[in-house]
């Protein structure tokens, strides 16, 4: 039998599943050209540019960026502005010190025996088997018992009282990001044998140049796929996100989350198409860099 | 010291592993123990926690109420119970829905001509990089009465000249269930996807060759094969469907209510982190309880980590 070889059924299914996987983005993008303010039909794209924004009702009628109008009120959103900012610093944040302790965490668990192993282990299992919203109410119940007591016993009022911000919602991210990174090396070095670095060893390099020279390198490309994990975790956060933040740290999702529960204009379906098109281009690229450095390689 | 620490690789291990399992314990495990430490606790009138050991939340969520009718002092409430089944019969439903729409899927990517299966697996991946909660916003705009799926039905209707009423279906059950199943496909494709991509072909021709046709072979080699996949995808997509509540919240408004509405409303509007907690507890035991039956019966699959 060719394995090659493809059964209608399959094919169909293949055909109707991927329908279904990019009709809701399709409709999404093509909405962000919506001429009715209020976006519940598509009412035609705007037809003008002019020099200042002219409506009819609900429908716009010409813009000075004619079709693009809601790219150009989107840019105009410092809400948004401050909220992307603050999704990316948090990312950012998180993923560094996420890949720099699970990475440690992962040669400890992969190379060494200690008493702690089987609880550090144990433990990376914990965001996989428990619903996100379980974490995501026990930091909020954590952090609030604990920084309600600090502010009790230390008489802090002002500014000086703790309160829920960009920093709890860093801390909580690390959380559930550092047992993805973890496990993602800790598979990576369980692919290779452990005699490259004895032989290096032998050769009479000592653990540091060991670690740079032979360990570091190998694990380079999972130390690299469990940081993008852990920065598109963080990005795409909701829930977490959601019960630790406070005011002045408002991210992307929960921004659109309020949205939804308002008004919702064209200009959200303009702020997911730039989503889009950004995330596509960043992988596009990242893609792109791992490829010439498979060739250069091999 | 620096040299005893040189030559103690125990001590080294532990080092190492420290950040983390200390982050991981004061921030998964501590919570943890709180959130069973306030669920036997009381509400205070100004919605604080009063710490005493008390089973009220937890006989409430099954269904014991003193809030009853005609002078009886206790009487069975069947809200919570109901809220609990219909979000566990909801995360059976997705995940059989799921299965059943990434098997093709993925068994159409792992047979492809290998230049083209990058390009398949990055179709799959690109509607996941939108945002969680975009993604369902796209999806409240195609199920609107006046929405796109309305639309198309009522054009081919008015084409073929049947008389034709919008369908509700933003706010239902079903809504909530396509959304879900939307959500969470691309996690059950790619497990399924990397067991079947493992398997040897010549496996397939051996089967030929003992006589075995098409749905034999696909039967008794491929599907067994792929079992691991299909396990570890079940544990990434039933797993955080018992949890989620935006999809039910923006999908199915006030109609459907699930155990994540219930928890985030006690935190968030009714004020009771106590009773939230109970419910959250009852949620995590729930979900160890399938996945423990579920693994042992299959096995943990190997495939849970993306790499």
Not at chain 2, 139 to 147: A, T, V, Y
Not at chain 2, 217 to 238: E, K, N, Q, W, Y
Request: proline share 5%; aromatic share 12%.
């Amino acid at each position: 039998m060719n394995p090659f070889r493809r059964s209608p059924f399959v094919l169909v299914a293949t055909v109707l599943v991927y329908t279904f996987l990019y009709a809701p983005i399709i409709g999404l993008v093509l909405y962000s050209f919506n001429a009715s303010r209020a976006n519940v039909t598509f009412e035609g794209f705007i037809p003008a540019f002019s020099e200042r924004v002219v409506m009819d009702g609900s429908l716009v009628k010409s813009s000075p960026c004619g079709p693009f109008h809601w790219y150009c009120d989107l840019a105009k959103n410092d809400d948004v502005a401050e909220a992307a900012g603050n999704t990316l610093t948090i990312a950012v944040v998180a993923t560094i010190v996420a890949t720099v302790i699970g990475t440690m965490a992962a040669i400890a668990l992969q190379r060494y025996d200690f008493k702690l192993k089987p609880f550090s282990q144990l433990s990376l299992y914990i965001p996989i088997v428990i619903p996100e919203i379980v974490m995501g109410i026990g930091v909020l119940t954590l952090f609030s018992q604990l920084f309600g007591w600090v502010n009790e016993s230390f008489n802090l009022s002002g500014d000086a009282r703790l309160s829920l911000g960009m920093a709890t919602v860093t801390i909580s991210h690390i959380a559930f990001m550092v047992p993805f990174v973890t496990l993602v090396v800790q598979a990576r070095l369980q692919g290779f044998d452990k005699s490259f670095e004895e032989a290096a060893m032998d050769l009479g390099a000592n653990e540091w140049t060991t670690f740079r020279r032979v360990t570091f390198p190998m694990i380079l490309p999972g130390v690299m796929s469990g940081a993008l994990l852990a920065f598109t975790l963080s990005l795409d956060d909701f829930v977490i996100t959601f019960f630790t933040n406070g005011p002045g740290s408002t991210t992307l999702p929960i921004y659109v989350y309020g949205l939804l529960r308002r008004i919702i204009t064209p200009q959200v379906n303009a702020l997911s198409t730039v989503w889009i098109l950004v995330v596509f281009t960043a992988v596009l690229l990242l893609q792109l860099i791992q490829n010439r450095e498979q060739k250069q390689h091999s | 010291m620096l040299k005893r620490l040189r030559e103690n690789k125990s001590t080294q291990g532990t080092l190492l592993a420290l950040p983390t399992t200390l982050w991981l314990f004061f921030l998964l495990i501590i919570p943890l123990i709180l959130t069973l430490v306030i669920s036997f606790g009381k509400r205070s009138p100004d919605g604080d926690v009063i710490y005493t050991f008390s089973l009220n939340n937890y006989t409430r969520l099954f269904g014991y109420s003193t809030d009853c009718p005609e002078g009886q002092a206790s009487c069975f409430n069947p809200l919570y119970v109901q809220i609990l089944w219909r979000s566990l019969t909801l995360a059976f439903n997705t995940t059989a829905l799921v299965i059943i729409m990434a098997y093709p899927l993925a068994y159409f990517i792992a047979r492809a001509h290998p230049k083209r299966r990058n390009l398949f697996l990055f179709m799959v991946l690109i509607p996941l990089w939108t945002n969680f909660v975009i993604r369902v916003y796209a999806w409240m705009m195609l199920l609107r009465k006046e929405g796109a799926i309305n639309v198309i039905i009522g054009g081919v209707a008015n084409l073929l000249n049947i008389p034709f009423t919008p369908l509700e279906m933003l706010y239902t059950p079903g809504a909530v269930l396509v959304g879900m199943v939307y959500e969470f496909l691309p996690f059950m494709i790619l497990p399924i996807y990397t067991s079947l991509e493992k398997i040897d072909t010549s496996l397939y021709e051996a089967a030929a060759d003992l006589g075995a046709n098409a749905i034999k072979t696909f039967l008794r080699v491929t599907l067994p094969l792929s079992m691991p996949g299909v396990v570890a995808g079940t544990i990434l997509v039933f797993i955080p469907v018992m949890g989620t509540f935006i999809v039910s919240d923006i999908l199915g408004g006030r109609q459907v209510i699930l155990v994540g509405n219930l928890i985030q409303r006690q935190f968030l509007d009714a004020r009771d982190p106590t009773f939230g907690s109970a419910a959250s507890l009852i949620l995590m035991i729930m979900t160890l309880i399938v996945t423990y039956f579920y693994t042992r019966k299959f096995g943990f699959g190997e495939e849970i980590v993306p790499a």
